[in-house]
């Protein structure tokens, strides 16, 4: 049983724009706007229109009167450990009802690095020469087998979980590679663009893509515990794609906003005004 982050953050508000699942929430933040990003349905996915440059999280609220784990996977790189991105590796763990903000690639207990909207060339997947997956945001989401974990418990005869909530395994070194690429993430990145419409790709030229770069380091502190998976295949999986608003409006993907279109009025004031200098006869 490998060890796993488990988020020390505090609860936040459920998000009316976030993809909602069965068991838990996904949706994207610009925190420098502190504002979560809109959606945008297209083709059976959801899209969202990042700013470049600015920094961003994401939000997992977990749905369920019980713990899941959920393995978060951004450009196809798992967002803690690094490793291209699979279902069986190690993720965060949020305890019944909790919600929290993932702000960046997990350094160390103690540090991410910052998640930012870059151009594909500057992101990390690409900097790691990753760069197929680049532009889509993935969870896989796991519900605890709580029943073997509490007959476990009283064998080993150690103290209760919740006294202990940043327990490490020994066993977290021993993380298996094997295993499907993560649902909706990986495999459907690799799917053709859906094409834009004639008008608006001529109005709307497509820029380059964007990705998720390898931002400054701030502090996020989380720990480990335990978490024997109920299976292993994921319960559900939930992925958002991004780029920026000019390609996803190229795309047709976010319609164009049509001009405000006004009749004439014939009678829009009440009496005569004095025309200006510039038009009195003289």
Same mark, same amino acid.
């Given at each position: 049983?490998?060890? %796993? ?6 609860? %936040? ?11 838990? @929430? ?7 706007? $502190? ?7 297209? @083709?059976?996915? %959801?899209?969202?229109?990042?700013? #470049? *440059? !600015? ?9 369920? *009167? ?37 702000? $960046?690639?997990?350094?160390?207990? @103690? =540090? ?6 870059? /151009?594909?060339? &500057? ?13 889509? +945001? ?5 519900? =605890? ?7 476990? =418990?009283? +064998? ?8 202990? #909530? ?6 977290? /070194?021993?993380? &298996? ?20 419409? *004639?008008?608006?790709?001529?109005? !709307? ?5 964007? $990705? ?21 295949? #994921? ?17 047709? +993907? ?13 009678? #829009? ?14």
């Amino acid at each position: 049983m490998r060890a %796993l982050l488990r988020s020390a953050l505090f609860a %936040l508000s459920l998000a009316s724009s976030a993809h909602a699942g069965n068991l838990v @929430d996904l949706s994207v933040v610009d925190r420098d706007t $502190g504002t979560t990003l809109r959606t945008y349905a297209r @083709d059976g996915r %959801l899209y969202v229109a990042g700013a #470049p *440059g !600015h920094r961003y999280a994401v939000r997992l609220d977990n749905r369920t *009167g019980a713990r899941v784990l959920v393995v978060l996977s951004v450009d196809g790189v798992n967002a803690v450990s690094g490793e291209t991105a699979s279902t069986n590796q190690s993720g965060y763990v949020l305890d019944a009802w909790e919600s929290t903000e993932i702000n $960046g690639w997990r350094k160390n207990l @103690d =540090e991410v690095a910052q998640f930012n909207f870059t /151009s594909l060339p &500057d992101s990390y997947a690409a900097q790691t020469g990753r760069p197929l997956d680049v532009g889509v +945001i993935g969870v896989a989401v796991f519900t =605890e087998r709580e029943r073997r974990w509490i007959a476990e =418990e009283r +064998i080993e005869r150690r103290p209760p979980a919740a006294t202990r #909530p940043w327990a490490k395994d020994s066993e977290s /070194s021993r993380d &298996d590679r094997a295993g499907a690429p993560l649902a909706g993430a990986a495999a459907k990145s690799r799917a053709a663009e859906p094409q834009a419409e *004639g008008a608006i790709a001529s109005s !709307h030229p497509q820029r380059e893509r964007l $990705g998720t770069g390898h931002g400054d380091r701030e502090w996020s502190q989380v720990g480990t515990t335990r978490f024997e998976r109920a299976s292993n295949q #994921p319960a559900e999986t939930l992925s958002i794609w991004y780029d920026s608003y000019r390609n996803l409006a190229a795309r047709g +993907i976010i319609p164009r906003r049509p001009l405000a279109s006004r009749e004439p009025n014939p009678f #829009p004031n009440g009496f005569v005004a004095d025309p200006p200098p510039r038009y009195r006869y003289r």
